[in-house]
């Protein structure tokens, strides 16, 4: 079935394609935000992967001490995850243990992108935050965002350009422009109701429109009244230069920002700028890989890469075997051969640079 469907050229559990061409060499860790969850999600992983279990397990201590509950457990139990203040954190947990399974593998991000919360994470990795730290701001992120502001937004994934929709935003007062995913995907936010108006306006011109999986309007003005509060809560934040470049989604251009509690709020309030992030990350590296239990930036760092040869690799998809997608995936992240005159330290034999 694996062969059959690798020359008809179809995806199939556990096979990985034959590249058209090999991308520039270097990792991008990608860490998407909010969406990515599903019941049940690495148990497998916990199970049969030891690096993964022993990541777990050395954040429980902290998971437990700064968000109040068990990171293990809810991985262990496979239930549905509801709350934002429970999501959110749970999935900075993962985030951050499948950064561990990968560097166990062998494979170390050259850089890292975080999308909206995902940037949580990727300032841990990237040794900006410390995990305590890193956990703080997911926590008290999410906590003020489930007490203040949960039931009065709504987001919206369009299958249009930032400025297309900026000109359609013009009909619709209180809806702005939340990410820019993609050349040709732009993310918006607003009052539930007024969101749906455009996603019927934009389905009526036969164009992708959808809802995202969330009930507040992150990126938006709806999370003015907690801003103050949020810097407050993380005025203990003690920011550390990042040992690998961290293109910012934030501030496009910046690679080292200091992630202090003005620019958490700023992460929360402003446009996500995914888009800028990956034209800039793509000039030093060429295999982007996304940590999160399910892609969701994979579609967006293609589109936003067209003409640049690249790999856009995820880890785990939502309802499937974990040990066996990862194991796709690591295949899919390491399979571009080595230099000319570079071979591999023995017993390795030379084999082809094919998967």
Request: proline share 9%; with cysteine.
């Amino acid at each position: 079935a694996g062969l059959r469907a690798l020359a008809a050229g179809e995806p199939a559990p556990g096979v990985v394609p034959v590249r058209a061409a090999h991308p520039r060499r270097g990792v991008v860790f990608t860490f998407s935000g909010q969406g990515s969850q599903w019941a049940g999600m690495c148990r497998d992983l916990l199970a049969e992967e030891p690096a993964f279990e022993a990541a777990v397990d050395a954040l429980e201590p902290e998971f437990r001490s700064v968000v109040g509950f068990s990171l293990r457990q809810v991985l262990e139990s496979g239930d549905a995850l509801t709350g934002i203040d429970r999501i959110q954190p749970v999935l900075v947990g993962v985030q951050l243990a499948l950064a561990a399974l990968w560097r166990a593998y062998g494979v170390v991000p050259d850089a890292v992108i975080g999308h909206s919360m995902g940037e949580v994470a990727a300032a841990v990795v990237a040794g900006a935050l410390t995990v305590r730290d890193g956990l703080t701001v997911i926590a008290s992120r999410s906590k003020l965002m489930r007490r203040s502001l949960s039931g009065q937004g709504a987001m919206a994934l369009l299958e249009l350009g930032a400025d297309d929709t900026e000109r359609l935003l013009a009909d619709f007062d209180g809806v702005t422009v939340a990410v820019l995913a993609s050349p040709r995907q732009t993310v918006v936010a607003g009052p539930p109701d007024r969101v749906d108006a455009v996603i019927a306006e934009v389905t009526a011109r036969d164009l992708l429109a959808r809802r995202i999986e969330v009930d507040v309007a992150s990126h938006h003005a709806t999370v003015d009244p907690i801003l103050d509060e949020l810097r407050a809560a993380l005025a203990v934040l003690a920011p550390r230069v990042p040992s690998i470049p961290l293109y910012s989604t934030v501030r496009p251009g910046e690679t080292a920002p200091v992630m202090d509690a003005d620019y958490w709020a700023e992460n929360l309030r402003r446009p996500v700028d995914f888009a800028a992030a990956v034209s800039a990350a793509a000039s030093a590296a060429g295999t982007f890989v996304e940590l999160s239990p399910h892609p969701i930036l994979t579609y967006a760092v293609d589109d936003t890469l067209t003409d640049v040869p690249h790999a856009t690799v995820g880890t785990l998809v939502r309802d499937g075997d974990g040990t066996l997608t990862f194991h796709t995936a690591l295949a899919a992240a390491t399979t571009a051969p080595p230099p000319v005159g570079v071979h591999p330290p023995e017993p390795h034999p030379a084999l082809p640079p094919r998967p």
